[in-house]
């Protein structure tokens, strides 16, 4: 069975350019996480969904990022203008719910110059 | 708040133990995990123990947990070439991978 599948795998944009990251979980896990690596620290959550509902999302800069996961499968991770600051790696991970292990993807390289 | 901290390098000669060392704040944290990211992959759970004991073993890996000084450790027995990576530590409140938070990792090198 395939893991957790993020695209693409690498991404350099300018700044102020829109970019979106593509994640599709485990078949049958509801439950889907976005987190931001920034280089040198460990993963920060940007937003939680249960199935296709946002649950958590206290971490994501609203003025610029916003995510869908309009199936409840699927899901895209958007930011509408990049700054330089965005420059991570952007991690999806999924689970099923209540259980202790999140299975994570490769991440996508985001570099903005 | 909750805060994890860890080591940011190890090394060590391969065949040697490695331990890597973490410290957390939460004291309601309920379990503790250890992930490993090899270069250029996403993170995979290695282990994780339940507040409420003390040690863990699987096979080379032994998790050791102080409470009262929240305190974790990984060790990890004959340490191979292809145990190189980052280790990070991470605390859950809610006892399920809702929760997550994560230290800034401590990179493990093995020297042959």
Redesign the interface.
Known sequence: EAG?VQSPRYKIIEKKQPVAFWCNPISGHN?L?WYRQNL??????LI?YENEEAV?DSQLPKDRFSAERLKGVDSTLKIQPAELGDSAVY?C?S?V???????????TRLTVV | GEDVEQSLFLSVREGDSSVINCTYTDSSSTYLYWYKQEPGAGLQLLTYIFSNMDMKQDQRLTVLLNKKDKHLSLRIADTQTGDSAIYFCAESMGGSARQLTFGSGTQLTVLP
């Open positions: 957790v439950t996480y040198g620290q460990g993963p920060e959550l939680r958590d991690l991970a689970s719910p209540g259980e202790t292990e999140a299975f994570f993807g490769q991440g």
